[in-house]
């Protein structure tokens, strides 16, 4: 059981990893050269769907860690 454990939490923790990568594609280099940052703009379609996988991969991870600790 245990190792079943580790193995979904690496697999959680890789997909947490692709998520975050995704999220800052297409922010981080315009910034970089002093653009786009002062303007607020809301989260919508592809970027809401990434940042609710992010938080439901988090929380699963955290899960698994704790399930990881008892067994």
């Known amino acids: 059981m245990n190792n079943n454990l580790l193995i979904a939490q690496s697999i959680v923790s890789l997909l947490i990893v692709i ?26 379609g592809i970027q809401q769907k990434l940042l609710i996988t992010t938080i439901v991969l988090t929380i699963a991870f955290l899960v698994l860690t704790v399930l990881n600790l008892v067994y």
């Open 19 to 44: 998520t975050i990568l995704l999220q800052q594609r297409g922010t981080a280099l315009g910034s970089a050269f002093g653009g786009g940052g002062e303007v607020y703009s809301t989260r919508r």
